[in-house]
């Protein structure tokens, strides 16, 4: 499986896909430097559980690697089966399930990755300019254990939940549509209108994620004997 | 007698329409199987079905005399294919292309990508991305990455589109020789017939989603193929004569005073004879084979376009 998920981030080029997550993580950085200013650093924002920075450093990463994670949903899955290079793919002597989970879990591993070092990259970068800044970085516990369990966890849930735009897109064998279904969820999942958010509802969570779930597991299911079209 | 791909009454039928249906072929281990019919006559249809990419709504698929059902895989490692037109990760090149094809068919052996470029006559063209490759290059491609792994099957459908004649030619030749020199037995699709009459040893024609016929190319040049033709001043008068006199039926009569007679049980002298007793004028007398391509337009039931 290792050796399929390596083939999947080399034929998708895999060395653009790290550019663009740099450039991501840069321009994010400068919006956070040129913003927290800003903010009430230190308040501490009930709807999300953790300090208006924190907090955050959190939205704009998922929501920019969320979207990032549609797109490459479209390009190694949806966009496999529009440029028909999958049918290239299904005449291997390899399991299709395997074929597809590979690409998967290519996607999952890198948006994960991506996610977690983007926000360890943009708390060190907060907490290292604060003398410059005059940033109040207090908000950022990164001491305890909690916080980075949270950014590896909260990181994993959306990028899990992003897989929802999968099925969307493989139904109407679209790329577009696979980007607009995780452009929809991103608002969905971090969105706020006036007070309401489902930022921090877990069991909001809970089902978008068994939805992620089924939501892959329908695009492997019967795959041995759907016609490839 | 065991072929190594050979399918029973193999039906296909999407969204309710019937796209091939009850379709035998029987393909003998070291030969080239020409899959010849008109375009939209079911060809890509039974090779998608026998690729595993659509599966059949009935029949039976046989490949190295085992069923082929929706887990098999393994049976891919001796298979290389193309199947509609060829893709490929247009960013990597030619020869990266290649080395991934390798890595997914777990096949190792050192220098076979330069061979297969260098068969195909892109050893110059390896470095570059194949997005820069004209239509005929990424055909060859195809092919080259098809035969790489050194396939004991191979499927080819239309596999000269996109090339001039002088790379259609190669490849003719190209797979003359692995039939010949490495044993590969080769299923190749085309609607052009003069390319499979030239490479062929069996031909299948298809058409309308029937298979219509099986035989081997010899088989058409000894059989019932060769006719005679005469071409008298009265030919209902003449027919007539063939008839009562000869006892044929099996001959057609064309304008111009034409007439085919497909019985070789009749000798051309004693059809001359009969006819001259009977007084009828013969201007033109003969012995002709028919063409594939005759051969083909009276299976099919098509009128010759370029007539």
């Known amino acids: ?41 230190t308040e501490t924002l009930e709807a999300y559980g953790k300090s208006m920075l924190d907090a955050s450093v959190a939205l704009f990463v998922h929501m920019s690697y969320m979207v ?162 | 007698m065991s072929y190594i791909l050979q399918t029973s009454r193999l039906t296909k039928t999407i969204g309710g329409k019937e796209l091939v249906r009850d379709v035998d072929i029987h393909v003998k281990k070291g030969e080239i199987y020409g899959f010849l019919g008109p375009n939209g006559a079911g060809k890509t249809t039974v090779m998608k079905m026998v690729m595993n990419l659509w599966k059949p ?35 990597m090149t030619g020869f990266e292309n290649l080395r991934m094809h390798c890595e997914y068919m777990g096949y190792y052996q050192h220098g076979s990508v330069d061979k297969a470029l260098e068969m ?63 044993g590969t037995t080769i299923l190749v699709s085309s609607h052009i017939l003069s390319e499979i009459e030239s490479m062929a040893d069996t031909i299948g024609i298809i058409h309308q989603g029937r298979m219509r016929k099986e035989i081997g190319l010899k088989e058409i040049e000894e059989m019932s193929l060769a006719y005679m033709e005469l071409t008298v001043q009265n030919p209902e008068r003449a027919a007539y004569v063939l008839a009562d006199q000869l006892g044929l039926s099996n001959f057609k009569v064309l304008d111009g005073g034409i007439i085919r007679i497909y019985d070789n049980r009749v000798t051309i002298e004693e059809i001359a004879k009969v006819l001259a007793i009977n007084e009828v004028a ?7 084979a028919e063409t594939l391509e005759d051969y083909f337009l009276k299976l099919t039931g098509e009128v010759k376009a370029d007539a």
């Open chain 1, 1 to 41: 499986m290792l050796k399929l998920i390596r083939l999947e981030w080399k034929k998708n080029n895999i060395g653009k896909q790290i550019r663009i997550a740099v450039i991501t993580t840069a321009v994010l950085m400068l919006f956070m430097l040129m913003t927290a200013r800003e903010l009430e650093t």
């Open chain 1, 68 to 229: 990032f994670t549609g797109v490459m949903i479209a390009g190694y899955i949806v966009g496999a089966y529009e440029k028909k290079t999958i049918n290239l793919m299904f005449s291997y002597p390899i399991s299709r399930a395997k074929i597809i989970l590979a690409k998967v879990l290519a996607v999952w591993i890198f948006d994960f990755v991506a996610m977690v070092i983007s926000k360890a990259l943009l708390y060190a970068g907060l907490l290292l300019t604060k003398s410059v800044t005059g940033i109040n970085a207090e908000g950022l516990l990164i001491g305890e254990p909690s916080f980075w369990l949270d950014a590896v966890l909260s990181s994993a849930a959306m990028v899990s939940i992003s897989f929802i735009a999968l099925p969307i897109g493989m139904k109407m064998k679209s790329s577009k549509a696979a980007i607009v279904a995780a452009v929809i969820i991103v608002c969905f999942t971090q969105g706020q209108i006036g007070s309401v958010t489902l930022v921090n509802n877990m069991t909001f969570y809970a089902v978008l994620f068994a939805v992620a779930v089924a939501s892959v597991w329908l695009s492997v299911r019967r795959v041995e004997v759907r016609d490839v079209m």
């Open chain 2, 57 to 91: 709504t009935q029949g039976v698929i046989e490949l190295f005399g085992k069923p082929l059902t929706p887990q098999s895989y393994e049976v891919f490692r001796r298979i290389g294919s193309i199947i509609e037109f060829p893709t490929f990760y247009e960013h």
């Open chain 2, 120 to 182: 195909l006559h892109l050893t110059e063209a390896a470095k570059k991305p194949v997005k820069n490759y004209s239509l005929g290059m990424k055909e060859r491609l195809g092919i080259a990455r098809a035969i790489l792994c050194k396939p004991e099957l191979l499927i080819l459908d239309e596999p000269t589109n996109g090339l001039d004649p002088a790379g259609m030619k190669q490849i003719r030749e190209l797979l003359r020789t692995l039939c010949t020199e490495q």
């Open chain 2, 282 to 288: 013969v201007t033109s007398l003969g012995r002709k």
